[in-house]
């Protein structure tokens, strides 16, 4: 374990390369070093900031008030595998997200192909329930081992235990939830009451992929929305859109390191609107509009697309941004600002080199209140907010 007086500034440690510093700054690399500060930081009633790859922080300028701890955890493994129970591989907190999936691929486990270039560690995939392409992590989650700070014990979640739903979990609510009798000290925020400590999933064994459920990727492959493709081709095709848009991560797959501003971001920073079916009548009747889909496929006995909720229907964050006249690379004060959308993709905040959180706030804040003004549809940021607010 590596303990710093002089913390690194959380610009230096985030993808969005803004924020002042910590308090203190502490590096985990085993287990027990993760669970000892996490202990002595709650004892002490000191703030608590759990970092992995940082793809989704958004801190203040003036740092953090508190214990910083980096989860530098790496190493993933296969438990089991066999024809019938598929593949059974268990991952630590702090490992990679995108060479789980590189790997998935290679050995023929099915599930998280269309999950390719997200950037960040496996122990924040449950907790936001990460998605793309039509594709969730909740598919191919079996359990998730977590540290509960209220218990001071480790605790196991089954995937049915998780509450997944669209970039939710009850991992993430008990960041901000209300306290509870079962809970007093709620809300734990910035960081859960459950911390992740390593994650197991359960994978088909095959080559073609799960059911794709995007129809930009559908289109891209050749194939129909529903069908399946061979995975290598759709991890190759997921990872050229993200690249078209911006979104992988800085210094990944090719790419030098500071080149592209458009990926010093958090990724998406908005999630996509979901309304009641009674309500979408009120969007633009050119408005994208999805199917809201159970975050669990629909079978256990072959690859699936989770249920339709018929009640709920979603829309694209992206759409509304640009109908609401933000287009690609709009800043606050021009396209030189210091934050502007991302030149590739309006659903991204970036950082063209020299902003501050306060600019990437300013910026996320001028763009919520044009899609509400515009639309009556509010915004709700994607990224955890340390310290700044819109």
């Not at 999936?101 to 192909?113: K, M, P, Y």
Request: aromatic share 6%.
């Amino acid at each position: 374990m590596s303990i710093s007086t002089t913390a690194p500034s959380l610009a230096e440690l985030t993808t969005l390369r803004v924020g002042g510093p910590a308090d203190a700054y502490v590096e985990a690399t085993t287990e027990a070093e993760l669970i000892d500060t996490i202990r002595a930081a709650d004892d002490a009633g000191q703030p608590l900031l759990v970092v992995g790859g940082g793809s989704n922080l958004l801190v203040s300028d003036e740092g953090f008030g508190g214990v910083v701890v980096r989860d530098l955890r790496t190493g993933f493994a296969l438990d089991a595998q066999d024809t019938c129970g598929g593949a059974s591989v268990s991952a630590v907190g702090g490992q990679d997200w995108d060479e789980v999936v590189a790997a998935s691929v290679e050995h023929g486990w099915v599930g998280l192909e269309a999950l390719s270039g997200i950037p960040g560690t496996v122990g924040a995939a449950p907790v936001q329930n990460i998605g793309a392409y039509g594709q969730e992590v909740a598919g191919a989650l079996s359990t998730v081992r977590t540290w509960d700070r209220l218990r001071g014990r480790v605790r196991t979640f089954a995937v049915g235990e998780l509450g997944l739903g669209y970039r939710t979990s009850v991992l993430k609510r008990s960041m901000r939830g209300a306290p509870t009798a079962d809970d007093p000290q709620a809300p734990w925020y910035p960081t859960p009451r459950y911390v992740v400590l390593d994650v197991t999933f359960q994978m088909r064994l095959g080559t073609l992929s799960a059911p794709v459920g995007y129809a930009e990727l559908a289109r891209t492959l050749g194939v129909e929305v529903g069908s399946r493709a061979p995975s290598a081709a759709l991890r190759e095709a997921v990872l050229e859109l993200r690249a078209g848009k911006g979104m992988l991560q800085d210094g990944r797959f090719g790419s030098a390191p500071g080149a592209d501003h458009d990926r010093w971001s958090a990724g998406s920073f908005f999630t996509n609107p979901v309304v009641r079916a009674d309500e979408a009548g009120l969007l633009p009747p050119e408005a994208p509009r999805y199917p809201v889909r159970s975050a669990l496929p629909a079978t256990t006995t072959g690859p699936s697309l989770g249920a339709v909720d018929e009640s709920l229907v979603k829309t694209s964050a992206a759409w509304l941004i640009d109908h609401a006249g933000f287009g690609r690379g709009f800043g606050v004060a021009g396209p030189t600002s210091p934050a502007t959308l991302s030149t590739k993709h309006t659903l991204a905040v970036t950082n063209r080199g020299g902003a501050s959180a306060e600019d990437v706030v300013a910026l996320a804040r001028v763009v919520r209140d044009g899609v509400l003004d515009a639309f009556g549809i509010e915004l709700e940021p994607e990224p955890v907010l340390v310290g700044v607010s819109l």
